[in-house]
């Protein structure tokens, strides 16, 4: 007779001995848990799924036939274009990195395409497209050739700044330094700027009507990317160039400098700012401030979720102009055409994709429809059926109605489709979609016409 040496997993709930049989069972979190807590848990769960509720659901199919059969279904408007700015800023940008090589670089573009045909990662690589794109652009800028880029302006923005404010704010503010400023300087432009973005897309996710977060991603990437060409296309002299050549001409061979952050490099005795600012892929691109435009977009979408604490992000968006000039790194005219772009491209959205606020409605779970755009008075809303297919936005008056949901042109949480303006124009794409197909490729039911 042959015995186990170990267990199996059958084994788990009883154990043989040869004396005997010994009646064993692991703890499990039932059993840890209090039957009573598991009840209230599970009930207060269930009230807050609405007949809707599947619009706040994420993918959760691997299968790329959803995606190719909801790009058969899917009508092209002008809202697509996008697709092939970010895919002209891609192959650029691959074909001016020199580093990493060719293999690595098609590797890392399958993988990405590769994602976009599966529906549980293109829920969240198709609304980050504009994001990656920003990030590889910003990257492939220090392969530019000199000889392609056009001159530097060094006289520009003094200028300007003692034009509009009569006077030098950058320097006026950096010229008293001390400890205490130097940490308060360098919590929001060199700590809370990189962590803001991901919190905020925490907050919103959870918060705010579904599709809001693919809107404030595709929102953030934009403005970024736009800022970057700016950068490109105009590059200017930051106030450290200033402080430390003049007003001598510049050439793209100089190195970055962290000016203000490398006294927090002293303090701490790393090499972080340092290193990262010299050998920046952009040393002159202070117009437009991107620190500036960050914080604002972040404190415009954060301020449509929780508009009573509206002061609050405007304080954070000033606490960063601050320590932008204090550090040295832009002028104030920079962060004014930082967060004038960020506004545009906010109440862009706003008007036009942005899902609006319900009342009594405190988590993403509690929304049965959302409503996009501005309110308009005179005419129904469309509103949209969230387990719906990829596919065009159909007029509906006086009732609400399962519509199709196009997610190629902006994402959703969990690839729903969105109620629209009223009323809605059938060939406009809506931002809201976060994925490439729809959660349901399932016929759409709408007054009782399949």
Known sequence: MKHKIFPTQGDFTSLSFSGGRISFSWPTIPFIVPRRLRWKVRSRLRNRLSPASSLAVLQTSFSPTLTLRSLRAHRWSYYDG??????????????????????????IATALLTSLTIPVTRQFFLPFLPIASWLVLFYACRFVPSDFRPPIWVRVLPALENIFYGANLSNILSAHQHVFLDVLAWLPYGVMHFGAPFVCSIIIFVVAPPGTLPVFARSFGYMNLAGVVIQLLLPCSPPWYENKYGLAPANYSMSGSPAGLARLDQLFGVDIYTSSFTASPVVFGAFPSLHAGCATIEALFMSHVFPSLRPVFIAYTLWIWWATMYLSHHYAVDLVGGSLLAGLVFYVVKGRFLP??????????????????????????????????????????????????????????????????????????????????SHSDNDVFDGGRR
């Open 356 to 437: 609006r606020l319900q009342a009594e409605k405190d988590l993403r779970w509690d929304y049965d429809y959302v409503e996009v755009g501005d309110v308009s008075t005179g005419h129904d809303y469309g509103l949209a059926d969230f387990e719906s297919g990829l596919g065009p936005h159909h007029h509906h008056h006086g009732h609400r109605s399962s519509l199709t949901g196009d997610e190629w042109t902006v994402g959703s949480s969990s690839s729903i489709s969105s109620g629209s303006l009223s009323p809605v124009d059938e060939s406009q794409s809506l931002w809201e979609g976060e994925t490439l197909a």
């Open 82 to 107: 996008q697709y092939l700015l970010l895919a002209i800023v891609g192959v650029f940008a691959l074909c001016v990195i020199e580093s990493p090589g060719p293999l690595v670089k098609t590797v």
